[in-house]
């Protein structure tokens, strides 16, 4: 009879995981990320949004939802993506901006091709802060936890 192989101590913890934990991390991390895509997707294929009476109180809704929808997207990238980690590094940080920016600017160009909408580059500015202040956010969150 063999004596049992070790376990490779070689490997980073995450990869000596059993299949069945690293599924369900992804899933709790990255689901949300690609649930609120799809979410901004289906609000941007919309041919009409409903409009406030107000025009002015109309513009402050729509421009606020754009930076909210990226300071949530921001934030669950920050979350999914720091899974591995305990804290946000900087680089991870910049990772999860990258992506909501870039993502931004795509929604603005999936927008060319809805009829009755038009891209924006105010809004895909607007969603950039959104996603800035996202990441500012989760980072100071995880700075400020007790640990």
Excluded: N
């Excluded at 038009?118 to 959104?130: F, H, Q, R, T, V």
């Amino acid at each position: 009879m063999r004596p049992p192989i070790p376990p490779d101590t070689s490997l980073p913890s995450a990869a000596r995981e059993r299949p069945a934990v690293r599924v369900g991390a992804i899933v709790t991390h990255w689901l949300p990320v690609v649930a609120w895509m799809a979410l901004i997707f289906f609000l941007s294929s919309q041919p009409a949004l409903p409009r406030a009476p107000d025009q002015l109180l109309d513009a402050l809704i729509k421009k606020g939802a754009h930076f909210g929808e990226y300071l949530v997207l921001a934030m669950l990238l920050s979350r999914a993506l720091s899974a591995a980690r305990e804290a946000i590094g900087w680089r991870v940080s910049m990772l999860a901006l990258g992506i909501a920016i870039a993502y931004a600017v795509s929604d603005e160009l999936h927008q060319r091709f809805v009829p009755g909408r038009s891209p924006s580059p105010w809004d895909a500015g607007i969603d950039s802060l959104g996603a800035i202040a996202g990441v500012t956010l989760c980072t100071w969150w995880r700075r400020a936890a007790p640990r």
